[in-house]
């Protein structure tokens, strides 16, 4: 190659180069590539040495960071001024702050409701793959009919659908131990260190793994596959062992089916999350089912892992290989279930539920945790969504406002050469801005407000939503719509006025702007009455549901749950339920002792087919209970017909049946029934005594006919109807009365009064949630009526000045501007009210005893925000009115 | 000396150091030979740029030739606190290597 032909590069690289390379490197740069160009074709392939040429050119798009402003234009940044904007806020400091807060405030409300329900609808999410986990759930069909479902399966699902499915890669089955028996934890064997534990379950190995549990101490790989193998919660290692090192420490497990086992401690865990549908902070390995003794012929690992007819004891969760059809797993099972059937017509229907979705599905038996109330998830997030609104609608109309207060300075700035475009993004961006500043403003108060609102919207952490990046995209996306929607008004409208006309003064406000901010206070005082009314029905149910009557008397009574611990009994083991009564019948303060299988205020769980003949048509569905006698003395229940027991060994084939229980026999007069005999399952029983209805389960669900039968055995709680008086001094007799008769265990009790009203826990909090957001969202309106009446009183000042020179009185001019808000706000109180009052009737159907709602309702909400709009609007107006007139005409 | 080196910066001084005076297309062709790969010009330059805001190399104009279509070409040139930037980056380099236990 001819060395002294100048080589000339590609001209289009050169072109790339200078347009982006800033001007004062141009020449080095295109200089140094030319060289190297020129070596590199002198050293071989000259096509080569282009296509570096070009990589190089390309390359020098990294200049662009360092190149003339003037190359590429990020034009909008020239055309913000935050100084401009401060001097704005500055000046208008009292709607700056009202500005602000409100829409802070609406944003605090909104995080604390949305990260609320998006946290209780994404329950089970921490589990790793759980996409292809699965809950096994089985219903009992009758023909087509649901018997009943049940979260839990039968003992051998879990180990047949590993060994038969090729698709199920493992499984994990639990027992819940605790929910079924009472269970007793001792530390040592002679030790007083005992406690009540309602959270032990029986696991299988591969629990830990695919329930994504971590471990603290002890190795994932074989944890749990022993017999005498547990792991325990961190609180519970807290509370056992003060935090030291648990493993290898030793536990002693009681029941009170009389198993009596002790446990090694093979690991120690992280709490388990409380945003699962599963609860339990202690993991027995289910080997140490099998080492239990043989029932009626049957071996302990038949009946907890191999039995094709047990009952449904067991939660089993199935791991799929992905995109395994459902009928693929549960079609093999479900032949193995109903192979063994011989009833006709029933049949079992296996389903699996993917684990992310149980928490927000429907109830079923066998659930560890209540589900998610979905109706009210979706009040409280249509709730969050209208206080946002209600705070953004001040927010335009007060941005708005205090635009149009700004007119002159516009059409100065316009004089002064400043283009339409720069007006433009000047008023957006401070609408943007100040959007932020009460997102930020919101976030604080979110801060310190926290551990206020995780008492009735508890969520697992404080900055849950901002753990998930599209949640926090989502927020900055509302935040950013929020304050363009609000600066578009004044934006294009303001900036389209022109200048000669805004700075003569003849400047008026259009009519488009006032219809729309008076539609917008129309909205506002609507929401307000509907939050009034909603917040009205929600206390006043719940104080009804408190405060009403019975039909028995919860006061005063004790509960003390059967011990657990029945294997360190001094005495013989017979009767220690007796020992426990006599010795406590001599206390002076003991009026009754009862006892009983299910304590008032929990759900009555037994179902009993009754009949007053053998015909099977006639059979009525009542719930039985089974007690000793003085059941009904202690809770004051009055016996209308007949008599109550007098022991459970005369009254064996007796049964006492409730109002209901008569009226769905058919029967009218209770006394018709004394004597008759019923018919229950297989045998006859004689009816000896009614007894007027009273509210066993809560006052949210109906009597349903209930029966009562008496006998010796199988009762866990015990009711102690106490003397009012010095309680403190009765308890510790209990307690040293319990603590002779049952050593060796804890002695836990609680009122029944209290487990009552614990029923309506959720209904309260619901109330004082709704109370909370609703305050602050009136209070929101009534920061905009008040902005919005103050700038209104200066739009019309002149005409205010013009009335009183006239000769109106303060009172005529005020009642003057109030009358149009008065309008408006009668107006919305009259479009709300009905719709309110619509919705809250549909949540209060859902209660069997109820509320009527009365002329209240329709009055209340609606003056209230009369009131308080007439308050907020008095407030300027009056002040207005006072000035002397002088000074309002005088700056023509 | 509270500046960091980058790597390429770090590798780029010492190669200025080594010709007592450079420009880009010079470093680039002594970049490939030593390290047997390839850099694209711009990349120098901007690390040059870099250093030279660092007080770490200075720069005067130099004369302009045919080989570069006529254009000027600046010459890069080590100062003191660069010299002693790269001294030191290398010592610490090199104690720790010495520390490193040694394959077979």
Redesign the interface.
Known sequence: MNKNK?I??PKFAEWLVKLFCRKD?L??????????Y??RVEEGNKAIAAL?YF??AF?????IR?QNKTTVKLNFLNMISLKVTLRTFKRNKFQTATNIFGLGCGFMVFLAIFQYVTFEKSYDSFIPENENLYRVNSTLLKDTTTVFETAKAIPAVGKAALELVPQVVSYAKLFNTSSSNNCVISLDVNSKNTFNESGIMHATPATVDLLGITLIEGNSDYVLDEPYEVIISKSLQQKYFQGALATGRTIVFDDDDENHEVLTVSGVFEDYPGDSHLDFDMLISFETLFTREEKRGKTARFRYDEDWEGRHDFLTYLKLMPNTKESEVTGILEKMINAPIRYPGYSYELNLMPVTDIHTSNAIRGEVKATADLPRLNILMILGVFVLLLAWVNFINLTTATALGRAKETGMRKVLGGTRKQLVWQFLFESVFTGFLAFTLGLVIFNFAFPYFNEFLPVSNKWYLFGHINFTLMIAGIVLVSGVVAGVYPALVLSGFKPVTVLKGVFKTSGNGLIVRKVLVVFQAGISVFLITGLLAIVKQVDFMINNDLGMEPDQVMVIAKPGNLNMLTEDKGDVKTLFKNRLSDKSFVKNHAVTDAIPGSVLRKKRDINLTENEENEIEARAIYVEYDYLKALDVPVIAGRDFRNTTTDEKAVILNESAVKALGVTDPNELLNERLYEGDEWLTIIGVISDYHHTSLKTEVVPMMIRTRSWGLDYHLIKMEGGAIQENLQEVEEVFASVFPGNPFDYFFLDDHFVKNYEQEERFGRSFGFFALIAILIAGIGLYSLSSFITISRSKEIGIRKVLGAKVITIVNHLNKDFVILIVLASLIATPLSIWAVQIWLDAFPYRITLGVLFFVVPGLAILLLSLLSVSVKTIGASRINPVMLLHRE | MNQTLGALEELILLLVLRERESYGAELVKVYEEHTQKSITLPAVVMVLKRLEKKKMLKSYIGDPSAQRGGRRKVMYEATELGYRSAEEAVKVKTQIWDMVPKLS
Do not use: K, M
Request: proline share 8%.
């Open positions: 100048p000339s590069p490197y020449d080095e740069v295109l200089g140094d590539i030319h060289e190297i020129c070596w570096r990589l190089d390359s020098a798009i990294r200049f360092i």
